[in-house]
């Protein structure tokens, strides 16, 4: 018996104790069947549309969660029926599979639109991300979604394919690094099997391309990449595209392809603001499978101040604090957190800031700038002539070293750090609206960089 099937007569053995002899009866009983394996799912032969409903409504996330319990990572089940399946003759056919290393499993199920949340720097990205998923080739092809590290673009893209998978099983959806696709190119070539590279890349509805930034070296691979998006894209086949940068960035490494990318629809994914960092800890300490599902609102303020740009980092963080104070016994404190990310904390530190002292002489070049004294930007004086150097210099601070808001808070006479951030928020935002603001903001970045060199 293969693992998938002992999974699900192990499940269904958890559902006949769980549920009375009648209900088991009539819903679970005849469904003995595994059908596939695919996509990170299991898929599971229903007799009738009926009882496929049944349980899709009522049982599923009970289902999931003991597959996740007893197979010891996420899995997910999908009922079917019988009309639903196409021959497997009419898919790729499997030793070509196997030759061509093509899993069609490659999505993680786990990236889906459910669990992706959602804020003001990714709402457009989602929205037009859930359109593409609904109409595949209809809305934005290529979507093209670009953002820094760690803000969420292989989730959302995976959610798209994740998504589409559910609304039909016999999507074929690829999803490829762009470095697997230079490798596959590279070692296809080689063999002088482009038959097969073609099967594997053009025999699909829907090409997930992640980080295709990594093509800019590979100019052979681009050639074949243009050739295969032409023949996807006049089929109306979704093509999905991420990257670090924008197309225009991107077009002394990759000229012609840039130009595809423009005619669909691009979107980008920014820093989350702090309100949806605390929202996104909140939401994965509900998926956590400790034990720890309620944290102070301090306490998340507190990593989600400390983490800001990104956000696996911010899961990292959590995860962390949940660990050390699981085995230290600990209550959940800032305390506590802040000795469980000391380590995180220090190495950030080190690596963004040059040495205390630079932080003084920000203050005093902002200072001068403004023609305060010191004492009144570090100062309690709420006047406007001082809080607006006071804020600018904080967020100063803040960009070139990326130091926690609290430590930033010591350094202006001790304010807490919800303080700062505010300040750092609010000329992070006053910026893009005020020009001279910025031309103030620019000119006293070039003499604190002026200063560094010497
Ligand atoms: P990228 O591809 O942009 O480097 P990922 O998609 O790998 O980033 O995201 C990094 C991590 O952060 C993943 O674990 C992902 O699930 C999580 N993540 C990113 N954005 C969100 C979001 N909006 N909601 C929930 N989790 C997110
Ligand atoms: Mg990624």
Redo the contacts with the bound molecule.
């Keep these: 018996m293969n693992t998938y099937n002992l999974l699900w007569q192990r499940i269904l053995a958890e559902l006949e104790l769980t549920f009375s002899e009648e209900t088991f009866s009539e819903v679970f009983s005849q469904l003995s069947t595994v059908h596939k394996f695919a996509n990170d799912h299991v898929y599971v032969l229903a007799p009738s549309e009926f009882i496929k409903n049944r349980i899709s409504r009522l049982y599923l996330s009970k289902i999931n969660d003991l597959a996740l319990k007893l197979h010891g990572s996420p899995i997910r089940f999908k009922f079917v029926t019988e009309s639903e399946i196409v021959p497997e003759e009419t898919l790729i056919s499997p030793e070509r599979n196997l030759s061509l290393k093509y899993r069609p499993g490659n999505l993680n199920a786990t ?1 889906t639109f459910d ?3 959602v804020g003001k720097s ?1 709402m457009f990205a989602f929205r037009m991300a859930m359109k593409v998923a609904d109409q595949p080739g209809a809305v934005a092809n290529p979507l093209y979604i670009f ?1 820094d ?7 959302l893209m995976q959610a798209i394919g994740n998504y589409i998978l559910d609304q039909d099983i016999n999507k074929k959806v690829l999803y490829v690094k762009a470095d697997g696709f230079i490798e596959d190119f590279a070692n296809l070539l080689k063999r002088e099997q482009m038959d097969d590279f073609n099967a594997k890349y053009r025999d699909i509805d829907i090409l997930l391309v992640d980080d295709i930034q990594i093509m800019g070296g590979a100019t052979k691979t681009q050639m074949e990449f243009f050739k295969l998006f032409d023949v996807l894209y006049g089929q109306n086949k979704q093509i999905v595209i ?1 990257s670090d940068k924008p197309a225009s960035e991107l077009k002394n490494i990759m000229t012609r392809l840039t130009s595809r990318f423009e005619v669909g629809l691009t979107v980008d994914i920014q820093v989350p603001d702090l309100e949806h960092r605390i929202e ?1 800890l909140k ?1 994965k300490l509900q998926s956590e499978s400790s034990d720890i599902h309620d944290i102070p609102n301090e306490v998340l303020d507190f990593i989600a101040s400390s983490f800001v740009t990104n ?2 980092e911010l ?1 990292g963080a959590l995860k962390r604090v949940l660990f050390y104070c699981l085995t230290n016994n600990l209550d959940m404190t800032i305390e506590s957190a802040n000795e469980a990310l000391e380590p995180l904390l220090k190495t950030k530190r080190k690596s963004d800031s040059l040495n205390e002292n630079n932080y003084d002489k920000i203050q005093s070049i902002v200072s001068d700038f403004y023609q305060i004294t010191l004492e009144d930007l570090i100062g309690k004086k709420r006047h406007s002539k001082y809080i607006l150097p006071r804020h600018i210099a904080m967020y100063i601070i803040k960009t070139k070293y990326n130091i926690p808001y609290k430590t930033i808070g010591s350094l202006f006479g001790d304010r807490d750090h919800s303080t700062v951030l505010a300040a750092c928020e609010k000329i992070d935002n006053d910026l893009k609206q005020d020009p001279s603001l910025r031309l103030a903001v620019d000119t006293i970045n070039k003499k604190i960089d002026t200063f560094n060199k010497k």
């Design positions: 990236y669990n992706f949340v990714n953002g590290v760690g803000l969420g673009k292989t989730h991420t996104i939401r956000i696996r899961e």
